[in-house]
């Protein structure tokens, strides 16, 4: 989870998560590169999630909470989708 | 507001259409605009030229032709339409409109525009040296004057995929020597010497288009190309806000002392750099999304022709999209034996 920490840090101070536009829908439009992408429902809680501030530890407590599965596991997938967002918006 | 203004680049063919008709286009939908638009093209086929957001159209002299024949015809024009002021639309015919601006401005035909120095600092083969002195990366950039180079580029550190860039217009990325040599005949044919190679970079294409008052950068309009057609020209593009883009643009503005408007390409690579590709001397063919974001650019040019004061335009609005559509006009013989014939179409 350091590594995703890290790169959460980057999106953070690069204001680039904050800038986002994210409707309800799932939508998600990034203003600067133009690029749009969906998200699905569990992504979509992270990201408001991480926009608010949680830690990642925090957000996947609150998901391995919601969505009933182990803290291992949304852990894990939680670290994957920020690498996710490392790589489409930086 | 009630000019009568003349409007070059009407010609509209899908693969690369020309901004004159979405310059009309934004004029016609700015509300406080009364006036009457003349369109100037230089091709019977030009599209623009027969639309309805045009009251009367014309056809120029080629370029080639030169300043002079470019300030008779546009004289004649004048005496029908008593014209308030141009606006150039086309990169290969600044020159000549530079040349008589003062011309046309004695006789009371306003255009906004930048001097031929200023014109020639961005031309392709002279952006290396601006961005030197400016302080702006771009691309490695080098004139061809022999095909042969091609064949031999590897050796001189030039590998493939290369960009090969006609001298006023056009690109094309070539994956081997025989699609560059192709690409250079190409080029040169149609656009003349020099020929240009620029080094391919990987990333993402963003533009701006903006003024420029002699001193600084206004009403910046960025967008993101989301579908091209074959030649590359946007078919659907959407509005972004990128800050370093626009202080980029800014610094060129500023450096170059640009009065007129003006598009600003470049590339932002995967580690985020930006490398300009090229100045336009003129609003895109996209400029309509001007009008979409609020920020009705060929509006306010009038204004800054006119000395006036600039309106405050609103906060850049990011995620409107514009997609472009072919549609096909009705034209009756008539119209189409003015134009040829007379040179005219005046309804």
Redesign the interface.
Known sequence: MRDAGELLDQLMQGDVLR?L?VSDSGFL?D??????YTLNPSGLEALEMLRLGLTPVQVAQELSRRYEVNPEQAETCLESFIRQLGRYL? | MNWNVAITGMNARPDNPGPGYPVARCLRQAGDFHGRLVGLGYDVLDAGLYHSHCDTSYLLPYPAAGAQALLERLLEIHQREHLDAVIPCLDAELPCFIAIADELRKRGIHSCLPTALQLKARNKDRLPELCRQLQVSTPETRTVSDPGFFRLSAGQGWGYPMVVKGAFYDAEICYSAEEAEAAYFRLAAQWGYPVLVQRFLEGQEINLTGLGTGHSLVGSVMMRKRAVTEKGKAWAGVSVVDEQLERLAATLVEGLGWSGPLEVEVLRTPSGQLYLIEINPRFPAWVYLSQGVGRNLPRALLDLMQGRELPDFPPLRPGQMFLRHAEDMIVDLKSFENLMMCGALVA
């Open positions: 800038q536009a439009f203003p600067r590169s133009g690029q749009s930086t």
